[in-house]
């Protein structure tokens, strides 16, 4: 059997001066796939040296390459108040509905958008904000995948449970007293179109959030009717 030849590369990029350095070295650490590596920073450049066969080098410079277009990407956040979804959901290390994050923001009284083809999301919020809603949104939605029906139903009260800090069966109790919500033979469902059921639950729950909501993009026949067909 032909042994694997270890090799030796460096590879020297640029990194983001908004990250601390402890955070870039775990990110970078944690992508390298190889028995061996150094990772200085300095001069805002990353010095990475990897130690493998040739298959470990091109996997660990591949993730690097994710990591630092992840960080990169958080820095603009920073700095131009905007980043791509690909990219925080990357940091969050989960998934979410980005118009759940929008209105979770925008409850927190942050100014909150996405682009045209939602890739892109827009916000005056820290990063560590953006980046703790899009996590605690994520957890809301495996709380509640069971109790409601649709997407539309589970990313309205995860926005109103992550965005007020309110525990989701309190979101859901006031979605039933006020009829936004009704409980159905395959599990609890909306009523109406899901912005507007926000705007009324925000209302009840903490009357001041209502003001950062703003006015709705404009979707909401047609979210509705897709979610009575669900």
Partial sequence: MAKSVIRRRLYVVNVPPSIPAEKLYEKLAEAVRSGYAEI???GGKAYIEIVGTDAQIKESWMRLRTVLSQLWSLHMLRTTREAAIESIVGEAGRTFPPEALVYALRLRGYAAQLSSDKQLLRTDAP???VVALARSIAEV??????RLRGSAAKKMVAALAAGLGVEPERVIEAGLRLRVLEEAEDGIR????WRRGLRKLALLLRPGALENLGEGEGHGQ????????Q
């Fill in 40 to 42: 200085a920073i300095r």
């Fill in 127 to 129: 990063p560590e904000e």
């Fill in 141 to 146: 939605l495996d709380e509640v995948r069971f």
């Fill in 190 to 193: 909306l009523r109406e179109e």
């Fill in 222 to 229: 047609a979210e509705a009717s897709e979610e009575k067909r």
